[in-house]
């Protein structure tokens, strides 16, 4: 609308302008001088309409760029939003899952690969209360008794345990890669220590004592 008004008071002026151009008061005549002086008019309308029209345009491009930085900006902050419920609801179902898995005599293990996952998403989600998480963690291993892991040969318990390190060892690494790591460090390393004991301890068939308990939920 407002190019449109621009461009129309551009034209009356230009078309006065013109006007005066081509006459002299007394008498009217058309001559060289004439010529030359409405050439001369006609580029000085194209270049006053050329910048004003880029004048506009930077006007109104400005604007439009200062409103998609908004846009852009609240795009942003929504895909965070979605990927911190996203990671928080990942958190839950697998804590979820963990706890389920626990149940089941021998389950203890991929309880706590579960739980371990669940520390994943929750640093992901900038969450900085992990004490339900360690909590279920520091449970798990203690169920870790010699008897869940009795079922087959040496070999086949053997290559069993070394699974259980492999995936913990997965986990670990991506828990100790964010950024947020320092929050849980000391005992979180603290549990891990814990953990790999406790499967060197079940192979060896050594059964949880009151002291490895003690020492694993303090």
Known sequence: MRKTLFNVFILLVSLIA???????VTPFSINGDTYIGTIATFIGI??????G????NFIEIR???TEFKKSKSEIFDTQKRISKLENEIQENLDAISASFISMNQGGCVEAFLLQQRAMISALKSKRTDFEHLYIGLKQYITKMEPSYFATGGNTEVDERFAKYKEDSEKYDLEIKANDNYYIIKHEYERIMKCFYTRLDNARKLIAVSQEEYSDIMR
């Open 18 to 24: 013109l006007g005066f151009s081509l006459m002299k």
């Open 63 to 65: 604007k439009e760029l």
């Open 46 to 51: 194209s270049v006053t309409l050329l910048i």
């Open 53 to 56: 029209y880029q004048l506009i």
